[in-house]
């Protein structure tokens, strides 16, 4: 089952998508909700993210949903659009309202709830976190997340949220411009620093130890095949199958199981620029 929730200006409105009220009261009691959040550029006024990424042929179909996959899983859209300074403002009072959405969800439904998101959407998640109880949300998975470290170890401190934390040298670029034009000589650096620990896995998607710790636990995945890109973390062949286990069936993948698969720490930033490349590696778009 497939909704979409808009936050405009502080207040939720459900779109022509299905009643949240109606899809809650048909919800079995185990099942899980999945939310999905986009990051900077997509709004519902203007780059819907509903008419894509966040659409039936997108996250939610590589999910499962609407191919067998049980649960409820909503779109959340928000005003991601503007300059980036605009935006990161607008993704931590969208947070706020993400705050507001769950604790409607939780007050009915007490089975797993996981948030799956990327880039700034990572920043309205974790800003969502210090609103809620410790158990609100379950699990989520941070792709390429455009949110400081000390602000997601803050946001996560006092919470039992487990994290899948997703990162990639591809995305170093991506990383840095976001620390100079939102924090310029500040020292502070994004969540692709945020180390593992006992509820946190950080996963280099383009580390081929990484890569081979996934492919024992059954997710294997294509390996990398360009210099940048801030896109790969949901684009790359293989990772939907993780984050489908790891959201929708947490007790079928333990945190304590996946942390003990991965190697320690993430290789340092430029590596790859520095490194030797296959032929055919290229830029990315979108």
Known sequence: MLIAVNAAEGSLVERRTGSLDEALSHLPATAPVTLLIHGYRYAPQA??????????????????????????????????????????????????????LIRTLRARHDGPLGLLTHSLGARVGLSALPHLGAHDVTRMVLLAGAEFRDTA????????TEVLNITSRENDGYDVLYENLIAPFSGRRTISTLP??????TLQ?????????????????????????HWSSYQRAGLFRLYRRFLLAPQTLPMATLRAALPEGVTPRW????????????????
């Open 271 to 286: 590596s790859r620029l520095r490194g030797t490349f296959p032929e055919g590696q290229r830029f990315s778009t979108p």
């Open 153 to 160: 170890e803050a946001a996560l401190a006092g919470t039992a």
């Open 196 to 201: 593992s620990g006992p509820r946190v896995a």
């Open 47 to 100: 780059d819907d993210p509903f008419a894509g990424l966040l659409g039936p042929a997108g996250w939610p179909r590589r999910l499962g949903f609407g191919r067998g996959q049980t649960g409820l899983c909503i779109a959340f859209c928000w005003n991601g659009s503007g300059t980036l300074w605009q935006a990161n403002r607008r993704a931590a009072e969208a947070g706020h309202s993400l705050a507001r």
């Open 205 to 229: 998607i383009d580390h081929r130890g990484h890569r081979h710790a996934l492919a024992s636990l059954g997710f294997p995945t294509r390996p990398p095949d360009r210099r940048i890109c």
